[in-house]
């Protein structure tokens, strides 16, 4: 019941939206109750059993299995914020109910896909994400919001459909769908099993990973504050929660596939950062740096994926990298809502600025925050593996690059308060600094849950210095790089792949559709049409005809007659 | 009894000649209430007791007169006492005053001719009663006096008249060969050689260009199509019958025993798949209501040919008593179906006054009854379950298929397809909405309920096949040879 | 037995013309005539088989035959003839039409 | 003498007398004909459920036969997967009365459509409920003399032309069919669908001839289930109003083709047997053609019911792909499919309707707005639509799940490429309709005929709403005993264990 109640609450919420007649304007403040059961069980519910239902769907499991729980508290904590926002913001919306339905459902897909135990559970609650997603995507009715959300569903459809295959293989490889017998199955297949193909690039689209992330900067910028921080926040990392349930992160290790995810995720990370400091509109922004900490992550689970003895230590990490940059990511996106209309003016900018460099300091992996956590652990486990002189200086690097975007971030976010005209709403403002406080306070949960990560507060010089200095070097660098280098002017030259994706096919789609291939009776195969030709077409009735006619003349008939009695007495007397 | 059969319409026809007052048609009446019973009365008998042999007149054997009764000839019989007793009620209400004094006599004395046609056991007989239902049929076809009917009657007298002297020659040769006529006698005295197969080829030709059959069918679309729609559908259902009754009798009875027709029978098997597509095919393309009809019929006449290959090229075939089974049937299923056929098409010529398809639309929604029975006579026809035609074709299909000569299952498969593309022609028409409201007289009540009674009779005999397969089965033709000859 | 030979060719070739004549003659009296034609033939064929031997015993069953033969053959040909005047009152022609009776179709 | 002879016959019956009794009524008095034709639907729905009932709990065995003489038995039999069809048809009858009822209120010549109409659903009782090959047969061909009317119903040129069309194919079917049935009898001589092993007891000798005898049942059926290419008809049938087409695509006709290709390779040839020689896997391909042919066809098609009867050529495939693989997984897929495709097509037709008949709304471009208008006709549609594309929890997606878990373990690794692909382009012509009524504006202003408290007529929207429900719940509850999956599942496991 408890696991019913938690995941199923949004869904029940949006259920009571669609038929009551109340004023839907209190719908979309009760939006923000939808994750509330489900922070509930995240928080206390550690010794829950998990849930069987044999009767729903094709047996339905709930549990938090090994990283359920803090996925389920992330996503759970992510929506609070994200559905407090809206009831904050949306009210006003002229499509609020439908918005809030469908905010509800993208909410109950992802609380479900996080605690799912087996594979048809997790596919149909993240299935029902994917789609109610793409609706939160083109809210706004705007071109832009169009164009991405046209990106998003394509590429959502091409990833369900690869993922479902994937699953299907997975499914016949364990002969079981439950989560369990899938990663101990997978451990014994080759690397080069199509299923890693699948589920990799089926996730992958998901996720964000370099290559896959086309959608991603049109369509977290595109949707609606709260939408996008669910979006960034909680939606990309079930990409991330279907590799590690997929590949056996923990159960053999996979060198192949392992260092490609890592060199896929470096690669990531970087062209995150210059995508990003290219980008003028903040949220564009913050999505190009999802994908950069997308990238890390990947680069974490490709550590873990390398060496099964790494995994140990390397799954915390991954565990503590997705509820931190998902907080703080959210944390984000809220601020930059919540700013978006706010006139700058002295202190309050400052205040303001203040409370947005926090989750973003945090991403920067400065001192004392989550960031430095997750950092130093990555730091320690790539020094262990493979590859670990270019990872030693590339993460680093990553780090800088990262406190560059973030400094970006905050300057682009200062132009847009300078250009807007009215006063920063309170009860958005107070969403906002909850997140921030959740992103801030995250280290002394994590400390607790994972015993692997140093502490954030230590007092140890050395460990503040190596959190601080990229951030400093960032801050110092940034303003430099901004007025010195003309960034744009040397990467507008470079070609944007999506554009150019976009404008070939567009260009073939519409040579396509206006082919002959494409008219609506093309391929039309009725026999009865082509017979009709044969039957009343003019040289078809008048052969027939003629036929008739002779056979109507008496020296024909009696030729007949002749023929036929003869060729009959012929054949009697042939016995 | 079985005289009665003969005599008791012989004598309508001349009462109704003598008499042809107001009540002329209750000649007809009398006639119609009484053949049915005594049909059903020879067919319990034959039924119980198996086939008989009657002489007439108590006249020894060459030179008397003899009746002779089986399955095949009661079932016969009984459609013609079926079709025609349900004909001369619609006829009644059909046919004015002054036509009807020529109808009645006609009819009941083709009636006669045909009762006995179906009963005969002597070829020179069988001669004079098939030219008796010629001159009839000859005669009701050119009842309505309109030039083309005149043209085509005279046309289809002098084919048959043709068919018939061919018929006679063979008889000639078969007397002159074996000095005798009944064919029950026949089947036992003859022997192969040129002039046995000489006379066989001179009757088959002469019984083949009276059926109608693929070569010689070009005098049935005009004559049936353009005489009145009981005239009509009594060629169709019966006198096409007669003739093909006799081929029959005569191939099964006389030649086959005989050893001619074991390769003659692919011939008339290649005929009869030919005109099964060629008289769909013509029917297809028809655009006036009673021609299509009549090339169907010479379509369905194509099927019962293909009896002919199945029975009579393997002596003692196994599959030849579905083959038999399933020609009859399609015999008697295809009398009352085209008997209904016409009928509804008399009806639907009298209700929108044309005979063309083109102008008959939305009759589905003005007279439903007889658009119902269109498509009811029209499953029978096509050989969908469950009807007649279903059974004849299961019969037909069976026996193909176990005989091995596959090929003559183009007939049936292709045939029923082509038949469902033109009754569906028709029905097609009457389903379509009219774009002004055309001119529809009523039609009375009788005339709309004889087809339909005709068209449900056909669709019924697909449910009790067994009393009738029992018949043909139990009592064929050969079965009783021995009786015969003691 | 020779004699018989005579006739019954006789008879058959008589037939044949008829047919002959029934299928290339245009005109409808013609076309009965030559319909009688074939039937003195068939009634020749008979009157031959009665007595091919030529021996005094002459089988009675074919002459009886060529008498009904001749009735029918007479009723039929009556018949005929009146249908040919009634076309000829009709149309003022002597023959049969043969036109193809397709008008149109309906595609 | 008892129920187990009675129930079936009923079964029949019922809609069969209430179809002779409405011909016989006069066209004005609807309330009656109304009344009469809901309380036949509702009764065969409780004749059916009580037979079912009795079926699996008490495994009673329901069986009429009689002989016709013709060396084979008229049977009526039920077993397990006559119970499938028949609670399809027997539920989806209801409601498409009842839509029908709404649909054509008003309309001239009532009494035939419905009459029709009742006789259609009593052939597919008969279907369902043959228990040899030649009753099937028999209720088969009833089937396509009954929705002939159905089809031409509007009577106008398109519709005439249509009915041809439907006419030409299914008769030309038929006698395919028929002559595969008859040579099948005379080489292994009268069957029942329960017999098991009588082909392969036949000399082997015969074995190339079943093979043929095999591919012209299949060339029989496959003009009803619309196998590619025998497909011509379908999309031309569209002009027929919308519960015809409901009928046509979810109850009767294209299902029956494929019941019988399902039978056909279930229990004639029995699916070992089949695959031995070789007759499953082109069955397979043809399948998978018509798969991927029909989901491209209706990518082009711009009127929404011509992309829902391509859509169904692609669906119904699902079914013989299912039956033809040799895995008990597809075997499930197969059976479930056969229910699970019925209530989602009907459901996306009814809404089809709803949406025409309401806005006179037929291309998809023009289906703007119409979510904010219809909410309810549009919820249905988006989960038929979903259902569709096989995404969860929607039935659609345990049926796809079912057929490509059986195609993996049957070794046909590239069924879960058909599935996928066909998904996807399942989701390329569906996602545009649902995005279009959902999110955009309407273009011009609407030709709206109904003005009442709700969105349409209710006889219109209950139908739609209840089906929706249904593909819903049997998605949902997918693993409930008694749910089309679980009986599927029940089948699948003892396939002709019964006695």
Redesign the interface.
């Given at each position: 019941m408890i696991w019913v109640l938690a995941v199923f609450f949004p869904l029940l919420l949006a259920g009571l939206c669609l038929i009551t007649k109340i004023k839907d304007r209190y719908w979309v403040r009760l939006a923000a109750l939808g994750p509330l059961p489900a922070l509930g069980l995240a928080v206390f519910g550690y010794d829950v059993p998990p849930l069987e239902m044999p009767g729903f769907l094709l047996g339905m499991h709930l549990g938090f299995g090994e990283y359920g729980r803090y996925f389920l508290l992330l996503m759970a904590m992510v929506w609070t914020g994200a559905g407090l926002f809206a009831a904050c913001s949306m009210h006003n919306d002229p499509d609020r109910r439908s918005y809030t339905i469908l905010f509800l459902l993208a909410m109950c897909g992802t609380l479900g896909l996080a605690v799912a135990k087996d594979v048809v559970t997790f596919y149909a609650f993240f299935s029902l994400m994917t789609f109610t997603a793409y609706s939160l995507v083109i809210h706004n009715d705007t071109p832009f919001a169009w164009k991405a959300g046209h990106v998003y569903l394509v590429m959502a459809v091409l990833g369900e459909g690869m993922l479902i295959a994937g699953l299907m293989i997975s499914v016949h490889v364990a002969d079981s769908v439950m989560f369990m017998d899938i990663s101990r199955a997978v451990a014994g297949l080759s690397p080069a099993h199509p299923m890693f193909f699948l589920l990799f690039a089926g996730f992958g689209i998901k996720a964000g990973i370099l290559g896959l992330h086309y959608w991603l900067p049109l369509a977290h910028p595109a949707a609606p504050t709260p939408a996008s921080a669910g979006l960034s926040g909680a939606m990309i990392k079930a990409g991330l929660l279907g590799w590690l349930y997929f590949f056996p992160v923990n159960a053999a290790s996979m060198p192949s596939w392992g260092a490609f995810f890592m060199c896929l995720g470096l690669l990531g990370a970087f062209f995150g950062v210059l995508a990003g400091l290219l980008e003028k509109d903040p949220k564009t922004v913050l999505a190009y740096s999802s994908i950069s900490q997308m990238g890390l992550m990947a680069f974490f689970l490709g550590l873990a994926l390398f060496d099964a003895g790494l995994a140990k230590t390397a799954l915390p990490g991954i565990l503590m990298f997705v509820m931190h940059h998902g907080l703080a990511k959210a944390a984000l996106f809220i601020g930059v809502g919540a700013t978006k209309y706010a006139r700058g003016q002295g202190a309050v900018t400052f205040l303001l600025l203040a409370a947005l460099a926090l989750p973003a300091l945090a991403l920067a992996g400065a001192p004392f925050t989550s960031g430095i956590q997750v950092k130093y652990l990555m730091k320690d486990l790539a020094a262990m593996g493979p590859l670990h002189s270019v990872s030693g200086i590339l993460l680093p690097l990553s780090s800088l690059g990262t406190a560059l975007v973030m400094a970006h971030f905050l300057y682009r976010i200062l132009n847009e308060m300078k250009s807007a005209e009215n006063a920063c709403p309170r009860d958005q403002s107070l969403v906002w600094l909850i997140m921030v406080a959740a992103s801030a306070g995250l280290p002394f949960i994590a400390v607790q849950a994972f015993e692997v990560l140093p502490a954030a507060w230590q007092a140890d010089a050395g460990f503040i210095w190596g959190g601080l200095w990229p951030v400093l070097l960032g801050i110092v660098i940034y303003p430099a790089l901004k007025s010195r280098v003309p960034l744009r002017a040397a990467f507008r030259s470079w070609p944007d792949a999506v554009e150019i994706m976009e404008r070939t096919w567009r260009l073939y789609f519409a040579r396509w559709r206006s082919s002959p291939f494409c008219h609506p009776s093309c391929g039309q195969i009725n026999f009865v049409y082509m017979v009709d030709r044969y039957i009343y077409g003019y040289k078809s009735m008048e052969t027939p005809c003629s036929i008739e006619f002779r056979l109507r003349q008496w020296p024909v008939a009696g030729f007949l007659f002749v023929v036929l009695t003869l060729l009959l007495a012929g054949l009697g007397i042939m016995i | 009894m079985e005289s009665l059969l003969v005599l008791v319409p012989l004598a309508a026809a001349m009462g109704s000649f003598l008499a042809p007052g107001r009540g002329i048609a209750s000649w007809g009446f009398l006639t119609s209430l009484a053949i049915p019973a005594l049909a059903a009365g020879t067919a319990m008998d034959v039924y119980q007791h198996g086939a008989r042999r009657i002489s007439l007149g108590g006249w020894a054997e060459p030179l008397g007169i003899h009746l002779h009764m089986d399955g095949l000839s009661v079932i016969f019989l009984i459609m013609t006492a079926l079709v025609g007793a349900l004909i001369s009620i619609y006829s009644a209400f059909f046919f004015k005053r002054d036509t009807a004094r020529h109808f009645w006599p006609l009819w009941l004395l083709m009636w006669a001719a045909l009762n006995s046609l179906f009963m005969v056991s002597d070829i020179f007989n069988a001669y004079v009663v098939l030219e008796l239902v010629t001159i009839c049929a000859a005669a009701l076809a050119v009842l309505s006096g309109k030039t083309e009917s005149l043209q085509a009657g005279l046309r289809y007298l002098m084919v048959a008249m043709a068919g018939s002297l061919a018929f006679l020659l063979g008889v000639g040769f078969l007397y002159a060969e074996t000095g005798m006529l009944d064919m029950f006698m026949l089947s036992w005295e003859l022997q192969g050689g040129p002039v046995a197969a000489a006379a066989f080829g001179l009757m088959t030709t002469g019984l083949v260009m009276k059926s109608a059959l693929l070569p010689f069918h070009f005098w049935l679309p005009p004559a049936h199509g353009e005489a009145p729609a009981p005239v009509s559908a009594l060629l169709s259902a019966l006198v096409i019958k007669g003739s093909f009754f006799l081929l029959l009798r005569l191939w099964v009875g006389v030649f086959e025993p005989a050893g001619i027709t074991s390769h003659a029978a692919y011939v008339l098997g290649c005929l009869g798949v030919l005109a099964v597509l060629w008289g769909s095919y013509q029917a297809l393309i028809q655009p006036r209501l009673k021609l299509i009809i009549a090339y169907s019929s010479v379509a369905q006449v194509g099927y019962l040919f293909l009896m002919f290959p199945l029975l009579c090229t393997v002596p003692e075939a196994p599959w030849a008593e579905k083959a038999w089974a399933g020609g009859t049937y399609q015999a008697i299923s295809h009398g009352l179906a085209k008997a209904a056929l016409f009928l509804a098409a008399g009806n639907l010529i009298l209700s929108t006054g044309t005979d063309r398809i083109h102008y008959m639309k939305n009759i589905a929604s003005r007279l439903p009854m007889t658009t119902f029975t269109l498509g009811l006579a029209g499953i029978s026809l096509m050989g969908l379950p469950p009807s007649g035609g279903f059974v004849a074709k299961w019969m037909f299909m069976q026996a193909i298929l176990e005989s091995g000569q596959w090929w003559w299952a183009v007939a049936p498969v292709l045939g029923g397809l082509l038949t469902a593309g033109y009754v569906f022609r028709i029905l097609g028409y009457a389903f379509l909405l009219a774009e002004k409201e055309p001119r529809m007289l009523p039609v009375p009540f009788v005339l709309e309920k004889i087809p339909l009674i005709l068209a449900l009779c056909s669709i019924l005999i697909g449910f009790r096949a067994e009393e009738i397969i029992f018949l043909l089965q139990e009592h064929m033709l050969w079965a009783i040879e021995v009786e015969g000859d003691s | 037995m020779h004699g018989f030979y005579i006739y019954?060719i006789t008879a058959?070739l008589l037939?044949c013309l008829?047919?002959?004549g029934?299928?290339?003659h245009?005109n409808?009296l013609r076309?009965?005539v030559a319909?009688n034609v074939?039937?003195g033939?068939?009634f020749l064929?008979?009157i031959s088989?009665a007595n091919?031997d030529q021996s005094g015993e002459v089988?009675p069953?074919?002459q009886a035959?060529v008498l009904?033969?001749i009735v029918?053959a007479i009723?039929?040909t009556a018949?005929?003839l009146c249908?040919?005047r009634?076309?000829h009152e009709?149309?003022g022609q002597n023959e049969?039409?043969?036109?193809?009776?397709?008008?149109?179709?309906?595609? | 003498m008892n129920l187990n002879f009675w129930l079936p016959l009923l079964v029949l019956c019922s809609s069969l007398f209430a179809g002779l009794i409405i011909f016989m009524l006069d066209e004005s008095r609807s309330r009656l004909r109304t009344a009469l034709n809901l309380f036949a639907a509702a009764f065969k729905v409780v004749a059916v459920h009580y037979m079912a009932y009795r079926l699996l709990v008490h495994g009673e065995m329901h069986q009429v036969g009689f002989s016709m003489g013709l060396g084979f038995e008229f049977l009526i039999k039920v077993d397990f997967l006559s119970l499938m069809f028949l609670a399809l048809s027997s539920n989806l009858w209801l409601v498409t009365t009842l839509y029908a009822v709404g649909y054509l209120e008003g309309s001239p010549n009532r009494s035939r459509f419905f009459g029709f109409f009742s006789l259609c659903v009593t052939a597919s009782t008969g279907i369902a409920m043959a228990g040899n090959l030649i009753t099937f047969f028999i209720f088969y061909e009833f089937l396509t003399l009954t929705t002939y009317p159905l089809v031409v119903h509007r009577e106008t040129r398109q519709a005439l032309e249509a009915g041809r069309n439907y006419l030409w194919y299914t008769i030309g079917g038929g006698s395919v069919l028929f002559v595969g049935i008859v040579w099948l009898h005379v080489l292994a001589g009268p069957f029942n669908f329960t017999d098991t092993g009588v082909l392969e007891a036949l000399d082997p000798a015969h074995y190339s001839t079943l093979v043929i005898i095999f591919a012209l049942l299949i060339a029989g059926l496959g003009v009803k289930a619309a196998l590619v290419p025998l497909h011509g008809w379908l999309p031309v049938a569209m002009v027929a109003p919308a519960p015809v087409s409901a009928l046509l695509h979810a109850v009767a006709v294209v299902k029956a083709g494929a019941f019988g290709i399902v039978r056909v390779v279930f229990d004639v040839y029995d699916r070992e047997f089949a695959a031995g020689l070789g007759l499953l896997e082109p069955l397979a391909i043809v399948a998978a053609v018509t798969i991927i042919f029909g989901s491209v066809r209706a990518l082009m098609q711009t009127d929404l019911k011509k992309r829902l009867a391509y859509s169904t050529v692609s669906q119904v495939s699902y079914i013989t792909l299912g039956a033809a693989i040799l895995a008990p997984f597809s075997t499930v897929a197969a059976i479930v499919h056969l229910v699970h495709q019925g209530i989602m097509k009907i459901t996306l037709f009814f809404c089809a309707g709803n949406i025409a008949e309401t806005l006179g709304l037929h291309s998809v471009r023009d289906m703007g707005g119409v979510g904010r208008r219809m909410p309810v006709t549009a919820i249905c549609f988006t989960v038929a639509a979903f259902g569709m594309i096989g995404v969860p929890p929607v039935a659609g997606f345990v049926s796809k799940w079912y057929l490509g878990l059986g195609g993996m373990d049957a070794g046909l690794e590239w069924v879960v490429g058909i599935m996928v692909l066909s998904s996807m382009l399942n989701a390329a012509y569906f996602l545009p309709v649902v995005k279009t009524i959902w999110f955009k504006h309407a273009q011009k202003k609407w030709r709206t005929k109904h003005s009442g408290r709700f969105e349409a007529p209710l006889t219109l929207l209950l139908p739609a709403l209840a089906t929706a429900s249904m593909s819903l719940l049997a998605g949902l509850w997918a693993g409930w005993t008694w749910s089309p999956l679980g009986i599927a599942e029940q089948i699948a496991a003892g396939m002709g264990a019964l006695p």
């Amino acid at each position: 019941m408890i696991w019913v109640l938690a995941v199923f609450f949004p869904l029940l919420l949006a259920g009571l939206c669609l038929i009551t007649k109340i004023k839907d304007r209190y719908w979309v403040r009760l939006a923000a109750l939808g994750p509330l059961p489900a922070l509930g069980l995240a928080v206390f519910g550690y010794d829950v059993p998990p849930l069987e239902m044999p009767g729903f769907l094709l047996g339905m499991h709930l549990g938090f299995g090994e990283y359920g729980r803090y996925f389920l508290l992330l996503m759970a904590m992510v929506w609070t914020g994200a559905g407090l926002f809206a009831a904050c913001s949306m009210h006003n919306d002229p499509d609020r109910r439908s918005y809030t339905i469908l905010f509800l459902l993208a909410m109950c897909g992802t609380l479900g896909l996080a605690v799912a135990k087996d594979v048809v559970t997790f596919y149909a609650f993240f299935s029902l994400m994917t789609f109610t997603a793409y609706s939160l995507v083109i809210h706004n009715d705007t071109p832009f919001a169009w164009k991405a959300g046209h990106v998003y569903l394509v590429m959502a459809v091409l990833g369900e459909g690869m993922l479902i295959a994937g699953l299907m293989i997975s499914v016949h490889v364990a002969d079981s769908v439950m989560f369990m017998d899938i990663s101990r199955a997978v451990a014994g297949l080759s690397p080069a099993h199509p299923m890693f193909f699948l589920l990799f690039a089926g996730f992958g689209i998901k996720a964000g990973i370099l290559g896959l992330h086309y959608w991603l900067p049109l369509a977290h910028p595109a949707a609606p504050t709260p939408a996008s921080a669910g979006l960034s926040g909680a939606m990309i990392k079930a990409g991330l929660l279907g590799w590690l349930y997929f590949f056996p992160v923990n159960a053999a290790s996979m060198p192949s596939w392992g260092a490609f995810f890592m060199c896929l995720g470096l690669l990531g990370a970087f062209f995150g950062v210059l995508a990003g400091l290219l980008e003028k509109d903040p949220k564009t922004v913050l999505a190009y740096s999802s994908i950069s900490q997308m990238g890390l992550m990947a680069f974490f689970l490709g550590l873990a994926l390398f060496d099964a003895g790494l995994a140990k230590t390397a799954l915390p990490g991954i565990l503590m990298f997705v509820m931190h940059h998902g907080l703080a990511k959210a944390a984000l996106f809220i601020g930059v809502g919540a700013t978006k209309y706010a006139r700058g003016q002295g202190a309050v900018t400052f205040l303001l600025l203040a409370a947005l460099a926090l989750p973003a300091l945090a991403l920067a992996g400065a001192p004392f925050t989550s960031g430095i956590q997750v950092k130093y652990l990555m730091k320690d486990l790539a020094a262990m593996g493979p590859l670990h002189s270019v990872s030693g200086i590339l993460l680093p690097l990553s780090s800088l690059g990262t406190a560059l975007v973030m400094a970006h971030f905050l300057y682009r976010i200062l132009n847009e308060m300078k250009s807007a005209e009215n006063a920063c709403p309170r009860d958005q403002s107070l969403v906002w600094l909850i997140m921030v406080a959740a992103s801030a306070g995250l280290p002394f949960i994590a400390v607790q849950a994972f015993e692997v990560l140093p502490a954030a507060w230590q007092a140890d010089a050395g460990f503040i210095w190596g959190g601080l200095w990229p951030v400093l070097l960032g801050i110092v660098i940034y303003p430099a790089l901004k007025s010195r280098v003309p960034l744009r002017a040397a990467f507008r030259s470079w070609p944007d792949a999506v554009e150019i994706m976009e404008r070939t096919w567009r260009l073939y789609f519409a040579r396509w559709r206006s082919s002959p291939f494409c008219h609506p009776s093309c391929g039309q195969i009725n026999f009865v049409y082509m017979v009709d030709r044969y039957i009343y077409g003019y040289k078809s009735m008048e052969t027939p005809c003629s036929i008739e006619f002779r056979l109507r003349q008496w020296p024909v008939a009696g030729f007949l007659f002749v023929v036929l009695t003869l060729l009959l007495a012929g054949l009697g007397i042939m016995i | 009894m079985e005289s009665l059969l003969v005599l008791v319409p012989l004598a309508a026809a001349m009462g109704s000649f003598l008499a042809p007052g107001r009540g002329i048609a209750s000649w007809g009446f009398l006639t119609s209430l009484a053949i049915p019973a005594l049909a059903a009365g020879t067919a319990m008998d034959v039924y119980q007791h198996g086939a008989r042999r009657i002489s007439l007149g108590g006249w020894a054997e060459p030179l008397g007169i003899h009746l002779h009764m089986d399955g095949l000839s009661v079932i016969f019989l009984i459609m013609t006492a079926l079709v025609g007793a349900l004909i001369s009620i619609y006829s009644a209400f059909f046919f004015k005053r002054d036509t009807a004094r020529h109808f009645w006599p006609l009819w009941l004395l083709m009636w006669a001719a045909l009762n006995s046609l179906f009963m005969v056991s002597d070829i020179f007989n069988a001669y004079v009663v098939l030219e008796l239902v010629t001159i009839c049929a000859a005669a009701l076809a050119v009842l309505s006096g309109k030039t083309e009917s005149l043209q085509a009657g005279l046309r289809y007298l002098m084919v048959a008249m043709a068919g018939s002297l061919a018929f006679l020659l063979g008889v000639g040769f078969l007397y002159a060969e074996t000095g005798m006529l009944d064919m029950f006698m026949l089947s036992w005295e003859l022997q192969g050689g040129p002039v046995a197969a000489a006379a066989f080829g001179l009757m088959t030709t002469g019984l083949v260009m009276k059926s109608a059959l693929l070569p010689f069918h070009f005098w049935l679309p005009p004559a049936h199509g353009e005489a009145p729609a009981p005239v009509s559908a009594l060629l169709s259902a019966l006198v096409i019958k007669g003739s093909f009754f006799l081929l029959l009798r005569l191939w099964v009875g006389v030649f086959e025993p005989a050893g001619i027709t074991s390769h003659a029978a692919y011939v008339l098997g290649c005929l009869g798949v030919l005109a099964v597509l060629w008289g769909s095919y013509q029917a297809l393309i028809q655009p006036r209501l009673k021609l299509i009809i009549a090339y169907s019929s010479v379509a369905q006449v194509g099927y019962l040919f293909l009896m002919f290959p199945l029975l009579c090229t393997v002596p003692e075939a196994p599959w030849a008593e579905k083959a038999w089974a399933g020609g009859t049937y399609q015999a008697i299923s295809h009398g009352l179906a085209k008997a209904a056929l016409f009928l509804a098409a008399g009806n639907l010529i009298l209700s929108t006054g044309t005979d063309r398809i083109h102008y008959m639309k939305n009759i589905a929604s003005r007279l439903p009854m007889t658009t119902f029975t269109l498509g009811l006579a029209g499953i029978s026809l096509m050989g969908l379950p469950p009807s007649g035609g279903f059974v004849a074709k299961w019969m037909f299909m069976q026996a193909i298929l176990e005989s091995g000569q596959w090929w003559w299952a183009v007939a049936p498969v292709l045939g029923g397809l082509l038949t469902a593309g033109y009754v569906f022609r028709i029905l097609g028409y009457a389903f379509l909405l009219a774009e002004k409201e055309p001119r529809m007289l009523p039609v009375p009540f009788v005339l709309e309920k004889i087809p339909l009674i005709l068209a449900l009779c056909s669709i019924l005999i697909g449910f009790r096949a067994e009393e009738i397969i029992f018949l043909l089965q139990e009592h064929m033709l050969w079965a009783i040879e021995v009786e015969g000859d003691s | 037995m020779h004699g018989f030979y005579i006739y019954a060719i006789t008879a058959i070739l008589l037939f044949c013309l008829g047919l002959w004549g029934l299928a290339f003659h245009r005109n409808l009296l013609r076309k009965i005539v030559a319909l009688n034609v074939m039937a003195g033939g068939v009634f020749l064929f008979f009157i031959s088989i009665a007595n091919p031997d030529q021996s005094g015993e002459v089988d009675p069953v074919p002459q009886a035959m060529v008498l009904t033969g001749i009735v029918v053959a007479i009723s039929l040909t009556a018949f005929a003839l009146c249908l040919a005047r009634r076309i000829h009152e009709k149309t003022g022609q002597n023959e049969l039409d043969t036109s193809c009776s397709i008008e149109d179709g309906d595609g | 003498m008892n129920l187990n002879f009675w129930l079936p016959l009923l079964v029949l019956c019922s809609s069969l007398f209430a179809g002779l009794i409405i011909f016989m009524l006069d066209e004005s008095r609807s309330r009656l004909r109304t009344a009469l034709n809901l309380f036949a639907a509702a009764f065969k729905v409780v004749a059916v459920h009580y037979m079912a009932y009795r079926l699996l709990v008490h495994g009673e065995m329901h069986q009429v036969g009689f002989s016709m003489g013709l060396g084979f038995e008229f049977l009526i039999k039920v077993d397990f997967l006559s119970l499938m069809f028949l609670a399809l048809s027997s539920n989806l009858w209801l409601v498409t009365t009842l839509y029908a009822v709404g649909y054509l209120e008003g309309s001239p010549n009532r009494s035939r459509f419905f009459g029709f109409f009742s006789l259609c659903v009593t052939a597919s009782t008969g279907i369902a409920m043959a228990g040899n090959l030649i009753t099937f047969f028999i209720f088969y061909e009833f089937l396509t003399l009954t929705t002939y009317p159905l089809v031409v119903h509007r009577e106008t040129r398109q519709a005439l032309e249509a009915g041809r069309n439907y006419l030409w194919y299914t008769i030309g079917g038929g006698s395919v069919l028929f002559v595969g049935i008859v040579w099948l009898h005379v080489l292994a001589g009268p069957f029942n669908f329960t017999d098991t092993g009588v082909l392969e007891a036949l000399d082997p000798a015969h074995y190339s001839t079943l093979v043929i005898i095999f591919a012209l049942l299949i060339a029989g059926l496959g003009v009803k289930a619309a196998l590619v290419p025998l497909h011509g008809w379908l999309p031309v049938a569209m002009v027929a109003p919308a519960p015809v087409s409901a009928l046509l695509h979810a109850v009767a006709v294209v299902k029956a083709g494929a019941f019988g290709i399902v039978r056909v390779v279930f229990d004639v040839y029995d699916r070992e047997f089949a695959a031995g020689l070789g007759l499953l896997e082109p069955l397979a391909i043809v399948a998978a053609v018509t798969i991927i042919f029909g989901s491209v066809r209706a990518l082009m098609q711009t009127d929404l019911k011509k992309r829902l009867a391509y859509s169904t050529v692609s669906q119904v495939s699902y079914i013989t792909l299912g039956a033809a693989i040799l895995a008990p997984f597809s075997t499930v897929a197969a059976i479930v499919h056969l229910v699970h495709q019925g209530i989602m097509k009907i459901t996306l037709f009814f809404c089809a309707g709803n949406i025409a008949e309401t806005l006179g709304l037929h291309s998809v471009r023009d289906m703007g707005g119409v979510g904010r208008r219809m909410p309810v006709t549009a919820i249905c549609f988006t989960v038929a639509a979903f259902g569709m594309i096989g995404v969860p929890p929607v039935a659609g997606f345990v049926s796809k799940w079912y057929l490509g878990l059986g195609g993996m373990d049957a070794g046909l690794e590239w069924v879960v490429g058909i599935m996928v692909l066909s998904s996807m382009l399942n989701a390329a012509y569906f996602l545009p309709v649902v995005k279009t009524i959902w999110f955009k504006h309407a273009q011009k202003k609407w030709r709206t005929k109904h003005s009442g408290r709700f969105e349409a007529p209710l006889t219109l929207l209950l139908p739609a709403l209840a089906t929706a429900s249904m593909s819903l719940l049997a998605g949902l509850w997918a693993g409930w005993t008694w749910s089309p999956l679980g009986i599927a599942e029940q089948i699948a496991a003892g396939m002709g264990a019964l006695p």
